[in-house]
């Protein structure tokens, strides 16, 4: 039977030196994305496991609120947090190797939707700043088209109908979690948000509003073992 | 001639927003009834420092601002406001709240910490856990449960008088469930990360080696009398 397993880093663990370092990389992508997959797995595959058995972990993100009682919480938390990271992880890219700033019709959206680009930062700052306790800040695009930036509470995301109050396909996104931080920044969540950007794969955002678009979700590796 | 004016003037601004002005309550950080250092090696020096000094600190800071904003939302007759402001209010009072109880619920070794209780609170537990140990085992199931930030809290149901374990999430205070608070067990990632990295259930483990039974009897036969 197949299960999900960990996706591989597209880079080293120490390649977004000095913005995020190489110990929280270690411990956030083998310690706690690891756990995600293996309770996701655990959850879905046991006896409760139903429908969600075969499903995709997209649509495991749409479904998260019909899911057994018994399986609830476990596919919200886990099956959120696989997704999360696993997008999380193509979002950044050692400095220097994509672009370093947004291109194309995405610096036109946000320029339309935010003002500019900067105005668009300091928004998403603010949503990742702010979100009390854990979560992660997003940039999003609803059903109509039209890009907003949110922020949600623990592993859940604008996927999740019925559970997150947001909706949307996601974009961009950034764990708040203290476990993406704490070892370098303490409790100094805004120089690590700061210090984030300067390692986004705005190629990879691009790509991700592009397929939005055409109301498809980001692509990233979902390996099964 | 014109600095002076102005001296004057902020003296009798200040003067007459103490005379007219309904004072709002300006909360401190207490201290910490130990170094930062005796919890070792359970609770490293760093994330006591860091745990007070700066997450608890911003809380009553925030506190504070949360009740001028209050205050002046009220003066205005802004009811609108006054509740938009609870959320702040209950992030930052909470915090408050909790991390007061949590500072007298630990203790060093050699001043109480992990010292088992005995008295009527012991026989309470016994009661309604069974034994000591058992409460420790359901505490730290709860303790280590909590998806995200949050407590795992032992209380008292002040209308039945039994004792009662609870999860909280965030910094909502444990009055938001009805119990009085008897002893929390943070587990936040900043309680432990700088240490124990993801284990939170190793953190747990070792938390109750500094526990101070003494304190948390006390907060039983004052909530029982």
Known sequence: ?225 | MRSQLLQLSKVFQTFTEKQFSSSVSKFQLPDLPYDYGELEPYISAEIMRLHHQKHHQTYVNNLNVALEKIHKAEEAGNVGDMIALQKMLKFNGGGHVNHSILWHNLAPVNKGGGTRPDGAFLKAVEKEFGSLDALISSLSATAIGVEGSGWGWLGLDPNTKKLKLEQCQNQDPLSTKNLIPLLGVDVWEHSYYLQYKNDRASYVKNVWNVVNWKDVANRYEKAVA
Not at chain 1, 139 to 153: A, E, Q, W
Not at chain 1, 159 to 187: F, R, T
Request: charged share 20%.
């Open chain 1, 1 to 225: 039977m197949s299960k999900f397993a960990l996706p591989a880093l597209p880079y080293d663990y120490s390649a977004l030196e000095p913005h995020i370092d190489t110990m929280t990389m270690n411990v956030h992508h083998k310690g706690h994305h690891q756990t995600y997959v293996n309770n996701l797995n655990g959850a879905i595959q046991g006896e409760h496991g139903g429908q969600f058995k075969g499903l995709s972990i997209e649509n495991i993100q749409r479904n998260a609120a019909k899911a057994p009682d018994a399986i609830k919480a476990a596919v919200r938390n886990n099956g959120g947090g696989h997704y999360n990271h696993s997008l999380f992880w193509t979002l950044m890219a050692p400095t220097g190797s994509a672009n370093s700033a947004p291109h194309g019709e995405l610096k036109q959206a946000l320029e339309a939707e935010f003002g500019s680009v900067d105005e668009f930062k300091n928004k998403f700052n603010a949503a990742a700043a702010g979100r009390f306790g854990s979560g992660w800040a997003w940039l999003c695009m609803d059903r109509s088209g039209k890009m907003f930036i949110c922020s949600t509470p623990n592993q859940d995301n604008p996927l999740m109908e019925g559970i997150s109050e947001h909706n949307g396909i996601p974009i961009l996104g950034l764990d708040v979690w203290e476990h993406a931080y704490y070892l370098k920044y303490q409790n100094r969540r805004p120089e690590y948000i700061a210090a984030w950007w300067n390692v986004v794969n705005w190629d990879k955002v691009v790509e991700n509003y592009s397929r939005a678009k055409q109301q498809n979700t980001p692509v990233f590796d979902v390996p099964l073992a």
